[in-house]
């Protein structure tokens, strides 16, 4: 029966699984916070660099009109009005030749009542209060920038609003001939720029980089997941090797002071019993033939006798014989087992195939006690199969091992008798001791061999016994 491991065996593995997963997890969700922090750095920049951008073009529009629209227009006509046609054409190209090529999506001009004087979009011109705090701002000579998205929650709090824009509003100054200090505020200038592509191409370099981390992570989570399945594996394996090393030895000491104990009684029992058995047969010597308890001495020599048996297993079990090793082959004994139990199986319609290699290698063995064992074997095949049938008996080789392969075609053995078949002392027969298979077990492992007993499908038993040969000896 399987054993799993006791819990305590296996808890400072756990720990240390638990920490690293943990570790992971937290190293997983820092670099995406890190990215995150990141990405929004990335996007400051880019606001900042495009208020810069937005101020230098309007110092260059500043000047570009002041030399080619104020001067002239003022010298030509006296004063500016853009409502004039030719004032307002002028202006235009003077506007659109500066910023052509620029990425500007949006010029106004405002005048000192906030009123808008020029712009690209000639809806807008003459348009009063649109200018709002940032106008007030230029006009006392400080320029202002200011970012609008328009987007679901979701998309501005991820980063990719469907539009956004930079608004930058500076006052449009008159300018001192070789001089850099600037003159009075004549008007504000708004420059409109639009920064969805760039925000856009910010947020899919954002999804590269979270991608690329969880790519990272994922194979490293799966090469952890392999490695901690493996060193679980190894852990368990070794926590039921110890746990099934220490339950031999407990069942080991149990047997051992079981041993003794039945040694003793064994041996105490014996005797009585030698002296009932030759008492009963002296007195069926002097009793005439036909008296009528002659038959009760041949009963008393009879129970004797198999009580005898019993001891004698009794004694195999707990204080097995001294192995006298010597040549043998194990195709000779078994074909000494079949010869001895061949009544047996003519009378109870048996029938008994062997599959022996032509040469086998000679083993080291004590040939009565492996006889003794493949004997047992052989009699509860039997047993298995009251109304008779067919019993095989193979014999492989390998390197260093000779496999005996013993099947019957019996009923098998349910799971409740499988776990409890090495037992000593339980038995599903009516009469038997419960030492038959424990009596075998000693002798295979006293020749440094094992033996293992499965159910074969669809039906039967299959009893395999492994004995070192040559040098695995």
């Known amino acids: 029966m399987e054993s799993r491991p006791p819990v305590e065996k296996v808890k400072p593995f756990r720990l240390v699984k638990y920490f690293t997963f943990t570790s992971l997890i937290v190293i997983f969700v820092g670099t995406i916070i890190l990215s995150m922090l990141n990405t929004h750095w990335v996007r400051r920049m880019q606001y900042e660099k495009s208020e810069e951008y937005a101020l230098l073009l309007i110092e260059n529009l500043n000047h570009q009109v002041f030399l080619q629209f104020i001067l002239p227009v003022g010298l030509k006509y006296g004063k500016i009005e853009l409502s004039n046609n030719e004032q307002f054409e002028r202006m235009d190209n003077v506007v659109k030749s500066t910023l052509h090529s620029f990425k500007v999506e949006m010029v106004n001009i405002y005048g000192m009542t906030d009123q808008i004087a020029y712009s690209f979009s000639k809806d807008l011109v003459g348009i009063k209060n649109l200018g709002g705090t940032s106008y007030m701002q230029a006009v006392s000579g400080k320029a202002t920038s200011k970012l609008i998205q328009k987007g679901s929650f979701w998309e501005i ?6 539009e956004i824009r930079i608004v930058t509003f500076a006052p449009l100054r008159a300018e001192k001939p070789l001089s850099r200090i600037s003159g009075p505020v004549l008007g504000v200038v708004e420059i409109v720029q639009n920064l969805s592509s760039d925000y856009k191409a910010i947020f ?4 590269s980089v979270i991608v690329t981390i969880t790519v990272v992570m994922g194979f490293l989570f799966l090469v952890l997941t392999f490695f901690v399945k493996r060193g679980e594996g190894i852990i368990e394996k070794r926590a039921q090797e110890r746990l099934r090393l220490k339950e031999q030895l407990s069942r080991a000491k149990h047997l051992s002071n079981l041993g003794e104990m039945v040694a003793g009684v ?3 029992i014996r005797n009585p019993l030698g002296i009932i ?6 007195l069926k010597k002097k009793l005439d033939e036909n008296h009528p308890l002659i038959a009760f001495p041949d009963i008393i020599v009879e129970e004797t006798t198999r009580l005898n048996h019993i001891i004698t297993d009794f004694l195999n079990f707990a204080k097995p014989k001294e192995l006298d090793l010597i040549a043998c082959q194990v195709d000779d004994i078994i074909s000494k087992n079949i010869s001895y139990l061949s009544t047996q199986i003519q ?10 290699p032509e040469s086998l290698p000679v083993i080291m063995a004590d040939a009565d006690m492996l006889y003794q064992a493949f004997l047992n074997i052989l009699m509860n095949a039997m047993q298995a199969m009251p109304e008779g049938g067919k019993i095989e008996i193979s014999i492989k080789t390998e390197p260093g091992s000779i496999w005996i392969l013993f099947d019957d075609e019996g009923p098998g053995i349910t799971k409740e ?3 409890k078949v090495w037992d000593p002392f339980f038995t599903t027969k009516e009469k038997g001791t419960g030492l038959g298979l424990g009596i075998v077990k000693n002798i295979i492992e006293a020749h440094r061999g094992t033996i293992r007993i499965d159910n074969k499908p669809p039906r039967g038993t299959r009893v395999t016994v492994r004995l070192p040969h040559g040098q695995g000896a």
């Open 277 to 282: 058995s030759s008492s009963a047969e002296l």
């Open 204 to 207: 899919k370099f954002q999804i």
């Open 266 to 268: 064994s041996h105490e």
């Open 157 to 162: 709090f991820l980063g990719f609003p469907k």
């Open 347 to 356: 009378a109870s319609g048996y029938q008994i195939t062997t599959d022996f």
């Open 417 to 419: 008798v499988m776990e």
